[in-house]
T-cell receptor, first 111, second 116 residues
Framework: GQSLEQPSEVTAVEGAIVQINCTYQTSGFYGLSWYQQHDGGAPTFLSYNGLDGLEETGRFSSFLSRSDSYGYLLLQELQMKDSASYFCAVRDLNNFNKFYFGSGTKLNVKP | ETGVTQTPRHLVMGMTNKKSLKCEQHLGHNAMYWYKQSAKKPLELMFVYSLEERVENNSVPSRFSPECPNSSHLFLHLHTLQPEDSALYLC???????????????FGPGTRLTVL
């Protein structure tokens, strides 16, 4: 099975940098994905790490270390619109039809 | 706009009602999914269809019945639900198959279901 742990809530101010961690216990996965979900909205794909290391996409970066069973999403130059929930997710290596999600981290960005 | 639509957006039903949720994807994907999202819990995968064939039923009670008439449409038929079934039901699609490029899922906006 797969288990992904995230902090439930994080608060930061506009312009700051925030890191959202995801630690996992899995029996194997293809890569680590990150999704953003605003209140009342659909989860939308943000970033993907198939290999260890850092992936950068504009203000957002994501990191994976398989040896440490750990990944994180880094948000820079925070804006009010970044207030949302963020989920990490994996696709099961042994059953590629199955995706597993963390319980999500609610990010509150304050002025 | 993710290319995945869901109707209705909100649904209130009694425990004895029968209703259906509809999902449509305009992305040409081969795989479609139903998820249940409850407060403070991870998204729970319910069903997976690949090329219109059900390939995963994640121990979901029989009061939830999926249907996939073609690769663009997915339904979730509901009957004799319980109050604890109240949640946000999300539909998603992905290209399907194996491989790194197929890991991304595209979600619809969800149906907020309340069972009285």
């Amino acid at each position: 099975g797969q288990s992904l742990e995230q902090p439930s809530e994080v608060t930061a101010v506009e312009g700051a940098i925030v890191q959202i961690n995801c630690t996992y216990q899995t029996s194997g996965f293809y890569g680590l994905s990150w999704y953003q979900q605003h209140d009342g909205g659909a989860p939308t794909f943000l970033s993907y790490n198939g290999l260890d290391g850092l992936e950068e996409t504009g203000r957002f970066s994501s990191f994976l270390s398989r040896s440490d069973s750990y990944g994180y999403l880094l948000l820079q130059e925070l804006q009010m619109k970044d207030s949302a929930s963020y989920f990490c997710a994996v696709r099961d290596l042994n059953n590629f039809n199955k995706f597993y999600f963390g319980s999500g981290t609610k990010l509150n960005v304050k002025p | 706009e993710t290319g995945v639509t869901q109707t209705p957006r909100h649904l209130v039903m009694g425990m004895t009602n029968k209703k259906s949720l509809k999902c449509e994807q305009h992305l040409g994907h081969n795989a479609m999914y139903w998820y249940k999202q409850s407060a403070k819990k991870p998204l729970e995968l319910m069903f997976v269809y690949s090329l219109e064939e059900r390939v995963e039923n994640n121990s979901v009670p029989s009061r939830f019945s999926p249907e996939c008439p073609n690769s663009s449409h997915l339904f979730l038929h509901l009957h004799t639900l319980q109050p604890e079934d109240s949640a946000l039901y999300l539909c998603a699609s992905s290209p399907g198959g194996r491989g790194v490029s197929t890991d991304t899922q595209y979600f619809g906006p969800g149906t907020r279901l309340t069972v009285l």
